[in-house]
């Protein structure tokens, strides 16, 4: 998810330049360097393994081994970005080689980053970088290091990383008064028994949470326009992939937006995100949005007392001017950057669809259900397939369930 919209959670120039020029050089189409001999990639990965090995064990002179020494601005960088990442407790850290093309002594590498936070990732975060080495008296080092096209940048890259640590939390800050970042991993601790309580699934009962400085800087961390991501108080990274497999997730919150919610706004905001950590096994391509944030909400509303209205106030405006719904939300209608009210709307409808999943047919039923449209291989028939089997009905005899229940629970 990203947010609830209801409630308004919602180096030198010349060394650069020159830097580009080789990788243009040695990728533009017609003048393509020859692929890297199995030597040449055995020797930059024995540099990029001598870097790894430096993180992991606080070694920054090793560290600034992997670079050219007479590459004084981007030693700086890297040195900087090592002592960022200083408090930052590693289990792994990893360069996994991809494309590496040479042109006499210089080469372009197509890299992935790969980390975990020990005692929270059982999988790697993943980060795809692009390195340009250059090859002095038989040995590789590193030129120029920049994030892939389209990847995010990491967080120790915006500055100095600050850790608190909670029960069942980590969150790690940049530019953060530690009070802040105290009470993020207390209600970030809250969250977690309750993930666990409506999501009886098994999850690592575990979550990572970012505080980048601003929204600007959420949405480097997001790879992403910031403006898409304004009013929006959190959002949670990691991607659908087969059922059953999960890589690591971050929820990153949105200093700006998250910090003029109330407790209990908050509170619902981290309950969310961490649904989508616990359910992220469980999430796949077959997946609609309207099911994944409806269940993160139905987790995160489920047992405050709360009434119909004070949740979904934007779609009972609609259902009493007579305007209900003909239909489920679309995944677009969960685009960011878009109607405020209509996003409200689609967060809204989803919720109450797993309502009425949970009192028509039961909780443990809408997990079940939730389980088995994702176990689905694509989107196509999934959620038919799931509704058949699971709840003993039909997508066109549910969507009339569903607009019956709106109409009951939001026109009075």
């Given at each position: 998810?990203?947010?609830?919209?209801?409630?308004?959670?919602?180096?030198?120039?010349?060394?650069?330049?020159?830097?580009?020029?080789?990788?243009?050089?040695?990728?533009?189409?017609?003048?393509?360097?020859?692929?890297?001999?199995?030597?040449?990639?055995?020797?930059?990965?024995?540099?990029?393994?001598?870097?790894?090995?430096?993180?992991?064990?606080?070694?920054?002179?090793?560290?600034?081994?992997?670079?050219?020494?007479?590459?004084?601005?981007?030693?700086?960088?890297?040195?900087?970005?090592?002592?960022?990442?200083?408090?930052?407790?590693?289990?792994s850290?990893?360069?996994?080689?991809?494309?590496?093309?040479?042109?006499?002594?210089?080469?372009?590498?197509?890299?992935?980053?790969?980390?975990?936070?020990?005692?929270?990732?059982?999988?790697?975060?993943?980060?795809?970088?692009?390195?340009?080495?250059?090859?002095?008296?038989?040995?590789?080092?590193v030129?120029?290091?920049?994030?892939?096209?389209?990847?995010?940048?990491?967080?120790?890259?915006?500055?100095?990383?600050?850790?608190?640590?909670?029960?069942?939390?980590?969150?790690?800050?940049?530019?953060?008064?530690?009070?802040?970042?105290?009470?993020?991993?207390?209600?970030?601790?809250?969250?977690?028994?309750?993930?666990?309580?409506?999501?009886?699934?098994?999850?690592?009962?575990?979550?990572?949470?970012?505080?980048?400085?601003?929204?600007?800087?959420?949405?480097?961390?997001?790879?992403?326009?910031?403006?898409?991501?304004?009013?929006?108080?959190?959002?949670?990274?990691g991607?659908?992939?087969?059922?059953?497999?999960?890589?690591?997730?971050?929820?990153?919150?949105?200093?700006?937006?998250?910090?003029?919610?109330?407790?209990?706004?908050?509170?619902?905001?981290?309950?969310?995100?961490t649904?989508?950590?616990?359910?992220?096994?469980?999430?796949?391509?077959?997946t609609?949005?309207?099911?994944?944030e409806?269940?993160?909400?139905?987790?995160?509303?489920?047992g405050?007392?709360r009434?119909?209205?004070?949740?979904?106030?934007?779609?009972?405006?609609?259902?009493?001017?007579?305007?209900?719904?003909?239909a489920?939300?679309?995944?677009?209608?969960?685009?960011?950057?878009?109607?405020?009210?209509?996003?409200?709307?689609?967060?809204?409808?989803?919720?109450?669809?797993?309502?009425?999943?949970?009192?028509?047919?039961?909780?443990?039923?809408?997990?079940?259900?939730?389980?088995?449209?994702?176990?689905?291989?694509?989107?196509?028939?999934?959620?038919?397939?799931?509704?058949?089997?699971?709840?003993?009905?039909?997508?066109?005899?549910?969507?009339v369930?569903?607009?019956?229940?709106?109409?009951?629970?939001?026109?009075?």
């Amino acid at each position: 998810m990203a947010g609830q919209g209801r409630t308004r959670r919602r180096v030198r120039a010349m060394r650069r330049t020159a830097g580009l020029g080789l990788a243009a050089a040695l990728l533009a189409s017609g003048c393509a360097a020859p692929e890297a001999s199995d030597t040449t990639v055995r020797d930059i990965r024995r540099t990029l393994d001598g870097r790894a090995a430096a993180v992991l064990a606080h070694d920054r002179a090793a560290y600034l081994d992997a670079f050219a020494p007479d590459a004084t601005q981007l030693r700086a960088t890297a040195s900087r970005e090592f002592q960022n990442l200083a408090d930052v407790p590693l289990r792994s850290w990893e360069y996994r080689l991809g494309q590496v093309r040479r042109q006499g002594s210089r080469a372009v590498a197509e890299a992935q980053l790969r980390y975990r936070i020990d005692g929270y990732d059982t999988a790697p975060v993943t980060a795809s970088r692009r390195l340009e080495l250059a090859e002095r008296d038989g040995h590789w080092y590193v030129t120029a290091d920049r994030a892939a096209k389209g990847a995010a940048q990491q967080l120790w890259q915006q500055g100095d990383v600050q850790v608190v640590r909670g029960r069942h939390s980590i969150v790690l800050g940049v530019g953060q008064k530690a009070e802040r970042l105290r009470g993020l991993a207390a209600t970030a601790d809250r969250a977690v028994p309750a993930v666990s309580d409506g999501w009886p699934s098994k999850w690592t009962g575990r979550v990572v949470v970012l505080v980048p400085a601003s929204l600007d800087a959420m949405g480097a961390l997001l790879g992403s326009p910031a403006a898409g991501y304004r009013g929006i108080a959190a959002v949670t990274t990691g991607e659908t992939r087969a059922a059953g497999t999960a890589p690591a997730d971050r929820v990153i919150v949105n200093p700006d937006a998250y910090g003029v919610l109330g407790d209990f706004g908050q509170g619902v905001v981290l309950t969310h995100e961490t649904t989508h950590v616990a359910t992220r096994a469980h999430t796949s391509a077959a997946t609609p949005m309207w099911l994944s944030e409806g269940f993160a909400d139905w987790v995160a509303y489920r047992g405050t007392g709360r009434t119909t209205g004070q949740t979904a106030p934007e779609l009972q405006r609609a259902v009493q001017r007579g305007e209900v719904p003909a239909a489920l939300p679309d995944d677009a209608d969960f685009a960011f950057g878009g109607d405020a009210d209509g996003l409200a709307q689609a967060y809204e409808g989803g919720w109450l669809a797993c309502e009425l999943i949970a009192a028509r047919w039961g909780e443990e039923r809408l997990t079940a259900f939730y389980r088995a449209v994702g176990d689905g291989k694509d989107r196509a028939g999934a959620v038919e397939k799931a509704m058949n089997d699971v709840l003993g009905t039909t997508p066109a005899d549910f969507t009339v369930r569903w607009r019956e229940y709106l109409r009951e629970r939001l026109e009075g």
